[in-house]
């Protein structure tokens, strides 16, 4: 079983662990420009061939592309630059390749170009093919069972580097994002099942961001599935301060979105911490023992 380290609720949640944990306190360098995002018009599902048994399915969000072939491996591209282009939108995507998507259409149809890597700019699009793109009035139920919770998560996760991972942002309203993006039922709290379908989620897009073909992604879902259920029910027991079975946004931010009293008192004599370190880390071996042995 993959070992989790006992680090709280949001390193587990979500693939911004470090940068939760290390949200730019108020008062911070302003944001950088805002980069252009994909048009509300274009955004969400589109697809290629009949609806009824589409070749592969195309979802965008704001800052991203995720593209599903049905028979194949996914292609998940975050924009970390986007600008216009003679008619299109490009979007440009991290890494060594930086590969680049070509986009234009209205609400009603779509075209994409993935241009080669070495091709220049200014010589875009070229001889690219460019890929037509129609909306279906319901995402085929194949499609929507192997890739409708990770979408969801993608989606969620723009919201939630907004909230958290931008100059400025502090980590009560970083929790607070959390939830609302993670509460299904309106009650303003986090349930194991909302934290486990949070997980499932993460578990899809790093698995689609790694091109896994529709197996590879099927497999991570039924992992997240265990996954989730198990992080959900050890964030549950971890923060679960009032004991409601629910997570608020105060228990998740609870002595992190904000620095506590600088109380104590003046009374007593420093214990030896090497002693105290000693009896911790027997504990922490007995509860990795008990939560994540093979």
Known sequence: MTRFPLSGLLAVLLPLGSALAQVPAQGAAAAPAEMPPIAAPLRGAWFAGECIAPTAMLQLTARAVARLPADGPARLIRFAEARPLEGWHMGTGRGAEAPRVLLRGDAG??????????????????????????????????????????????????????????????????????????????????????????????????????????????????????AGVALARFAMESLDYDGDGKLSAAELGQDRAAFPKAGGSENGRPLRLEGVQEGVNLLRSLIDGLLFSE
Do not use: Y
Request: with cysteine; aromatic share 4%.
């Open 109 to 226: 149809k779509l075209e994409t170009a993935e241009p080669d890597a070495k091709l220049r700019d200014d010589q875009l699009p070229g001889a690219t093919p460019v890929q037509a793109w129609h909306r279906c009035p319901a995402p085929p139920p194949s499609f929507a069972a192997l890739h409708g919770e990770g979408l969801a998560f993608l989606a969620s996760l723009e919201v939630l580097e907004a909230a958290c991972g931008v100059p400025g942002a502090n980590v009560g309203d970083c929790v607070k994002a959390v939830v609302a993006e993670g509460d299904i039922s309106g009650d303003r709290l986090l349930s194991v099942a909302e934290i486990a379908r949070l997980v499932r989620g993460m578990t899809w897009v790093l698995a689609a961001a790694d091109d896994a073909g529709p197996e590879n992604l099927a497999a991570a879902g039924g992992g997240g599935v265990l």
